[in-house]
């Protein structure tokens, strides 16, 4: 069986788990996380330029720790 589920991360709580374990019963399940909309089309067009060595961009590591930091915060 497989089922997808679309919704926005706040309405992933204790009540979506319920639902999800009433429908699979004692199942093993597999989930996979995906990120909708433009997301995926940036990430997968960055692949696509990374690939020809286009629109590169470098960070240093203390440059990504603070972005990562601040969208930690968010």
Do not use: C
């Given at each position: 069986?497989?089922?997808?589920f679309?919704l926005n991360?706040?309405?992933l709580d ?24 433009n997301?995926s ?10 690939e020809v060595?286009?629109?590169?961009v470098?960070?240093?590591?203390q ?7 601040e969208?930690?915060?968010k």
């Amino acid at each position: 069986m497989i089922t997808t589920f679309k919704l926005n991360i706040s309405e992933l709580d204790n009540d979506f788990i319920d639902a999800i374990r009433k429908i699979f019963k004692n199942q093993d399940i597999e989930l996979t996380i995906k990120a909708s909309g433009n997301y995926s089309q940036k990430t997968l067009k960055a692949k696509e330029n990374a690939e020809v060595n286009e629109n590169i961009v470098e960070y240093s590591v203390q440059d990504f720790e603070k972005m990562a930091k601040e969208l930690e915060e968010k």
